[in-house]
């Protein structure tokens, strides 16, 4: 460990989860409402989590194609390998300094599996790389990468109750990942497509006789509307398949689970009742009331101790 990095480490851990909780409150717009509701220390090790991975998020999603893209994520590997192995991750200027001791600490406190930080990684450069998919399973794939994966880390620093499966407790946390960006996807299809991606399944597309283009211009009303239910329908079984796991987890993280479970699955019905919104020109959302007052459902829920 460099000189630098230690005096950030032992003398300013708390300013450097500090700053991970800001970027959560500015950046997370959904999460952040369900993550304050996180007893400590388990909510900053998630901030920590989270900065880290807008970080990846920014170098893939921001600047320029090309090389120079696969050059910034190669060197933000590098540093996240040097961060969890004890070293400067800032070295290079990627990231803020203070970030990386509190991404190094979370990773290390809670036990976070070094599995789901690298398939963090694979999935954005999956994302740098994006050719669209074929099947459903590819696009599974591609979603247990960069959603599944922070399901169970989210698990692992929650906790689970006495008495429950771990492993049990991680297949449903796949399961709510999945749901969370199969979400994510629909809301996010027609930006996605503005910017040369299409994420949902040729095959898809295939079955209901249309064509991401005719999507785009929702060119058949009918076609497109069964087309967009069928998907939603689709996530709607991953929520309620992973269903059992809020009675699992830590009852102090619970309500965090469930805030956010309302607020994705709020957002998903959106679709449900009108599906021509995922072309639309406003951004499927719940407005900030609403999540706010999702927050504090679950707030009075844990102190009324029905967790």
Known sequence: MTMALATVWESDLAAAYAHCRDVAKTRARNFYYGLKLTPEPQRSAVYAIYAWMRVGDD??????????????????????????AGEDGARDGIGEPIMWAAFADAVERFSVRRSDIDAMLAGLRE??????????????????RVA?????????????????SME??????????LAFQLTNILRDFAED??????????????AAG??????????DPEACIRFV?????IARAEFDASAPLEDMINAACAPTLWAMTRIYSGILRKIEERPDRV????RIRLQSLHKAGIAMRALARSRRGEW
């Open 59 to 84: 170098l893939v999603d921001e600047g320029p194609d090309g090389d120079a893209k696969r050059e910034r994520l190669a060197a933000f590997t590098a540093a996240t390998n040097r961060a969890l």
């Open 127 to 144: 994302d740098l790389d994006h050719h669209g998919y074929e099947t459903f399973d590819e696009l599974k794939t591609y979603c247990g």
């Open 148 to 164: 599944s994966s922070v399901g169970r880390v989210c698990v692992t620093i929650w906790g689970v109750r006495q008495g429950v």
């Open 168 to 177: 049990r407790a991680m297949t449903l946390a796949e399961r709510r990942g």
């Open 193 to 206: 497509f503005d910017d040369g991606r299409v994420y949902l399944p040729e095959q898809s597309f295939e």
């Open 210 to 219: 249309l064509t991401p283009e005719q999507l785009r211009r929702w060119d």
């Open 229 to 233: 239910e069928g998907q939603a329908a």
């Open 279 to 282: 072309v639309g020109q406003a």
